[in-house]
């Protein structure tokens, strides 16, 4: 998403342009999205968290955090912007097994070997650029723990070629290239994002795109749903010793 492509090559906390300033909007957006629990499925085949300790990197104002909430044995939310901070403790505020701390994906504030789980979605984790949080998710992984990274499939029609459009710096097929160079596999999933109002649906598309490219989108949609294409890329941390 644009939000999260501003930060293609991060260096340490960039703006982004959706949630940081339209909280409200991305809220609505957050509810369209994965209608029909496809992500969460593919993630739950993939890299099982029930009974586990979680990190959401990136987590926002925490609209994931309780669905982890529901069956993991903890999970902590980790975002950089203070005012989503503050909105993601207020969302998770009466789950005992749900935290939020203030910190950037390249600096999590937490101790080595705590997770089972990191998770990130749309957030940060964008290829090249994004060394430094990978090493720290390593870092705070237990030995057999998973790295599970979503992102927009720049490929798949109709959302990806508008991504690509507002963003001529992202090239989908290095992303890809980058991810399987550093040990991921990959899960190509296709959700359906759902609105209740037209009025919704192209509040979203114009806090995620420039406005040409969003007038595009909101001309190309009828209706009020279309299906988008993600891209799971998933690195299990090993259980034991590797050898060269």
Same mark, same amino acid.
């Given at each position: ?19 940081? &300033?339209?909280?409200?909007? %991305? ?6 999205? +994965?209608?029909? $629990?496809?992500?969460?499925? @593919? ?18 104002? $925490?609209? &994931? ?6 069956? @993991?044995? #903890? ?18 505020? $009466? ?19 705590? @997770? +089972?789980?990191? &998770? ?32 927009? +499939?720049?490929?798949?029609?109709? %959302? ?9 710096? %992202? ?53 009020? #749903?279309?299906?988008?294409? %993600?891209?799971? &890329? ?11």
């Amino acid at each position: 998403m644009r939000a999260a492509l501003a930060a293609i090559r991060p260096v340490d906390v960039l703006p982004s342009p959706n949630i940081w &300033h339209w909280p409200e909007v %991305y809220q609505v957006e957050n509810r369209a999205q +994965d209608v029909n $629990g496809a992500i969460w499925a @593919a993630l739950d085949r993939e890299c099982g968290w029930a009974g586990l300790d979680v990190v959401d990197v990136g987590c926002g104002d $925490g609209f &994931h955090l309780p669905v982890f909430a529901a069956t @993991a044995r #903890s999970v902590t939310g980790v975002e950089p912007h203070p005012p989503l901070v503050v909105r993601a403790k207020t969302r998770v505020d $009466g789950l005992p097994n749900a935290s939020v701390v203030a910190g950037p994906a390249q600096r999590l504030p937490l101790p080595d070997a705590c @997770a +089972d789980l990191v &998770h990130a979605r749309t957030a940060y984790f964008f290829g090249p650029g994004c060394e430094p949080g990978l090493r720290e998710a390593d870092r705070v992984l237990r030995p057999g723990g998973a790295l599970a990274i979503v992102d927009i +499939d720049g490929e798949s029609a109709p %959302y990806g070629p508008w991504l690509c459009a507002d963003e001529p710096r %992202y090239n989908p097929v290095e992303v890809l290239g980058f991810f399987a160079d550093n040990g991921f596999r990959l899960v190509r999933v296709t959700a359906r994002w759902q609105f209740e109002r037209r009025e919704d649906l192209e509040s979203v598309l114009r806090i995620e795109f420039s406005a040409k490219v969003a007038q595009r989108a909101i001309d190309g949609t009828p209706g009020l #749903s279309f299906d988008v294409g %993600y891209r799971l &890329h998933v690195r299990d941390k090993p259980k034991g010793l590797v050898l060269p």
